[in-house]
């Protein structure tokens, strides 16, 4: 099978499925016999397209005589992946991307569309491969940065055109990796010295590197627990609660384990971290990296962050990471944009809901810390507030004061114009 073909196949499946891009992808990359080098062609072009899935729609709105909802998903799949290579892709010859495109119309079953698909491609080709954006300022924009209208007003009202630029361009571009030291298993200099030019110090967050390599699951260094995956943002909101040795903390929505795991090494293997998940199976995930890490202070359970469990209560620090709708991981997980806004609306109640329930478990002086990966006002400064608003013995206090600036405030929204973080959101307050 070809490196298009099965991305073809792969894009078929995220509409029918609605499965994250990435969780799809590896399993397939995995389970194929392609090359790392049509391995990495496949990755690219898929996640591309997702990326760019209305700015390619507007192309062949122009192009197609009939709606593309009344398309065969595969040749309109087809159709898109011919145009991202058009567009987007230098290194492949403009005739190339054709030619590709239009025997995948056969290898796909699909060969009594070869003929549409062919015309529609070569008819961009000839207008030099222009995008058609509409006149109205707003509506081009949203051509522009492949991004919902809806969500692109909602963007605009919280933060203005220079920054929701900014932000949306950044979100077509890839996602810089980075990991974090473990000072249980190697220190600065074994970590820098074993890796090399593969990794990057970053400045303003102390053990994180921004790292440059492949698969990482076959490092060494990674088997043995010396680092593992964080994007900055989650580094920064794990750092911030705050956890000392000695204390009890709560991880509430805690999978993959990432922050669990952060809180865990601030305190130095003394105290505990209970760490929580809805789904059993993403306990597992938890425990897995726990186990890699070499961490005894972390216990990980199944348990509903909305449910009250009284022999919890008490805790020093309680971190509640709320299902949110993700936008501020566009850069990873494109197919956040998919989401109606509708799905949006009903997350708010359940964000206050969960928040409510981490309050009552936070001791007289302790911390409640809310996250999420999301940067709508909606989802984040509004749902504090009104909770602020009927738990008068909780306020708020700085987020990180000894680094200053932004993240001394007590509600802090990270965008990558900060850091290169992804888009993020924190709010510290204690019970008075």
Known sequence: MSARKLAVQLLDRTEQEKS?????????????????????????????????????????????KQ????????????????????????????????????????????????GFVNAVLRSFLRDDCRIPLPKQPEKAMAVEYAVPEWLLKKLLDAYGRERTQAFLADALQPAPR??????????????????????????????????????????????????????????????????KAGETVLDLCAAPGGKTCTMALQMQGGGKVLAFDLAQSRVGLIAENVRRLGLTNVTAMQGDAAVYQPELAGADRVLCDVPCSGLGV?????????????????????????????????????????????I????????????LAHHPDFRLCPVLPEWGGVF?????????????????????MQRK
């Open 20 to 64: 994250y891009s990435n969780l799809l992808l590896d399993h397939a990359l995995a389970q194929s016999t392609l090359e790392e080098r049509d391995k990495r062609l496949c990755a690219s072009l898929y996640y591309g397209v997702i990326e760019r899935r209305i700015t390619l729609d507007a192309v062949l709105s122009h192009y197609c």
């Open 67 to 114: 709606p593309l909802r009344k398309l065969d998903r595969t040749v309109r799949n087809i159709l898109r992946l011919g145009i991202y290579q058009l567009l987007y892709c230098d290194q492949i010859p403009a005739r190339a991307a054709v030619d590709a495109s239009v025997k995948l119309t056969r290898s796909c079953r699909k060969a009594s569309a070869s």
């Open 178 to 243: 980075y990991i974090r030291r473990n000072p249980e298993k190697c220190t600065q200099e074994e970590l820098e010295q074993a890796l090399g030019d593969r990794i990057i110090p970053v400045a303003q967050v102390p053990d994180a590197y921004q790292l440059h390599a492949g698969d990482i699951r076959h490092l060494p260094e990674f088997q043995q627990g010396w680092f593992y995956v964080q994007d900055l943002a989650s580094q920064i909101c794990s750092l911030a609660i705050g956890a």
């Open 330 to 374: 566009l850069r990873r997980k494109p197919e956040v944009k998919e989401k109606q806004p509708e799905e949006l609306a009903q997350l708010p109640p359940v964000q206050l809901a969960i928040l409510e329930n981490a309050a009552r478990y936070v001791k007289q002086g302790g911390v409640l810390q809310y996250s999420t990966c999301t």
């Open 376 to 387: 709508l006002p909606e989802e984040n400064q509004k749902v504090v507030a009104q909770f």
């Open 408 to 428: 001394a405030e007590p509600m802090l929204t990270l965008l990558p114009e900060i850091c290169g973080s992804d888009g993020f959101f924190v709010a510290k």
